[in-house]
């Protein structure tokens, strides 16, 4: 463990560190109420070789059991100049000197770019200090490239030719399933030739108005002012579509008209996904997982461990239960028992909030209640689900 601006130093360090369960330690001792730097270590888990300690820094070999030997230097760097100049000068002795992996930890006050306060590392959660505690992860912290499902976006509707898209794939298809997989396929290549990229799209109109803008700052032309006309009309349909783009992101069933909230709608998202995100997760034993494959795998068995039964089944004259008696009057029945028509079927589809949660094939209620008159077999496949009592597989 590496302790940064401790501000102490001496007996008193030695206390502090006494009442931690580390039984060995390093110090390099701060100046004053500034600065000061500890590495303390489980001497049964790790064996751990001091190579230098001074006043920034703290250089250590790591060996153990699991892994072939390793470089640590924890860092805190001075805020003046001249000193962290020496700093660096060590450093690259150091680098000099020794050809094993290397791991340089701690605040440097110097950051080249933002990525560079985030690579290898965890941020804990805070329970004692104002600081989050640092992990060091050898192995990768990333996600899983799992591949991106299909999604149905609102926004392709204001296309002219999507309606095109959407009547081929219905009309050369036998069933809903083979619809449903010929229009993910045409949609994607359709988007890609057709459609294009909404930002990219819209990061062109505004570099060609800021063009134009700036030659008419120069000298007017009747010509570049009809285009700039133009443009400001293109980029105003662009950033509507981005508007409900992300309104469809975030799910939102309200939206204010002739309010453009796209700044609003994108944040959520980001939230949103954030808290989505599960970075480690405790199982039944109190310990924490940290790989996402791991969390996954924990997850899914808590899942099969909850649904899953060891208990046989019965038939129901084995339970000589009392008479029960039929509630249900003849009309009733009848009811149930006839076959579903077209009418309930549109009744129960128009129900459906249009832009709400999507099926597992990415298409909303709100796409059927577009093109209800082109996707025809839809009924049918309701009607057969009615009929044979089984839900096919590819709906679940």
């Known amino acids: 463990m590496v302790v940064g601006e401790t501000k102490v130093c001496g007996e008193r360090a030695n206390r502090i560190s006494g009442r931690i369960n580390l039984d060995r330690a390093i110090f390099a001792n701060s100046i004053g109420l500034s600065g000061g730097l500890w590495i303390l270590w489980d001497s049964d888990q790790v064996e751990i070789l001091e190579v230098a300690s001074i006043e920034q820094e703290i250089h250590v070999i790591v060996n153990s059991s699991?892994?072939?030997?390793?470089?640590?230097?924890?860092?805190?760097?001075?805020?003046?100049?001249?000193?962290?100049?020496?700093?660096?000068?060590?450093?690259?002795?150091?680098?000099?000197l020794y050809s094993m992996p290397w791991v340089i930890v701690g605040d440097f006050n110097e950051v080249l770019m933002g990525e560079d306060k985030f690579r290898a590392i965890q941020h804990l959660e805070k329970t004692h200090s104002d600081?989050?505690?640092?992990?060091?992860?050898?192995?990768?912290?990333?996600?899983?490239?799992?591949?991106?499902?299909?999604?149905?976006?609102?926004?392709?509707?204001?296309?002219?030719?999507f309606p095109e898209v959407?009547?081929?794939?219905?009309?050369?298809?036998?069933?809903?399933?083979?619809?449903?997989?010929?229009?993910?396929?045409k949609e994607i290549s359709w988007n890609k030739s057709q459609f294009g990229n909404?930002?990219?799209?819209?990061?062109?109109?505004?570099?060609r108005l800021k063009g134009i803008q700036n030659c008419l700052s120069l000298r007017l032309n009747s010509f570049l002012i009809e285009l700039?006309?133009?443009?400001?009309?293109?980029?105003?349909?662009?950033?509507?579509?981005?508007?409900?783009?992300?309104?469809?992101?975030v799910r939102i069933l309200w939206l204010v008209e002739g309010d453009r909230n796209t700044f609003f709608y994108h944040t959520s998202t980001l939230v949103h996904c954030k808290r989505n995100r599960i970075l480690c997760m405790k199982d039944r034993m109190g310990n924490w997982l940290n790989g996402e494959r791991e969390i996954a795998g924990f997850i899914r068995q808590g899942f099969l461990d909850l649904?899953?039964?060891?208990?046989?089944?019965?038939?129901?004259?084995?339970?000589?239960?009392?008479?029960w008696n039929n509630h249900l009057n003849d009309?009733?029945?009848?009811?149930?028992?006839?076959?579903?028509?077209?009418?309930?079927?549109?009744?129960?589809?128009?129900?459906?909030?249009?832009f709400k949660a999507p099926g597992p094939d990415g298409l909303h209620a709100g796409f059927f209640h577009h093109f209800c008159l082109v996707v025809v077999n839809l009924r049918k496949?309701?009607?057969?689900?009615?009929n044979s009592g089984v839900v096919p597989d590819y709906l679940y």
């Open 66 to 96: 699991s892994r072939p030997p390793w470089l640590l230097s924890a860092i805190y760097a001075s805020p003046g100049f001249a000193k962290r100049w020496l700093l660096w000068e060590n450093l690259e002795s150091v680098a000099n």
């Open 131 to 161: 600081h989050c505690p640092i992990k060091l992860c050898f192995e990768k912290i990333g996600g899983v490239q799992l591949p991106r499902p299909f999604r149905f976006q609102p926004m392709w509707l204001s296309h002219l030719t």
């Open 166 to 185: 959407v009547r081929d794939a219905w009309t050369n298809s036998a069933s809903l399933h083979q619809a449903v997989s010929n229009f993910s396929s």
């Open 198 to 207: 909404l930002f990219q799209r819209k990061n062109r109109i505004l570099a």
């Open 228 to 249: 700039e006309g133009k443009l400001r009309l293109e980029y105003a349909e662009v950033a509507k579509l981005e508007e409900e783009f992300w309104a469809m992101k």
């Open 307 to 323: 649904f899953t039964s060891g208990h046989t089944s019965a038939p129901l004259a084995a339970w000589d239960p009392p008479a």
């Open 331 to 354: 009309e009733a029945l009848g009811i149930l028992e006839s076959p579903v028509t077209n009418k309930e079927i549109s009744e129960g589809l128009w129900a459906l909030k249009p």
């Open 381 to 386: 496949e309701v009607k057969n689900i009615f």
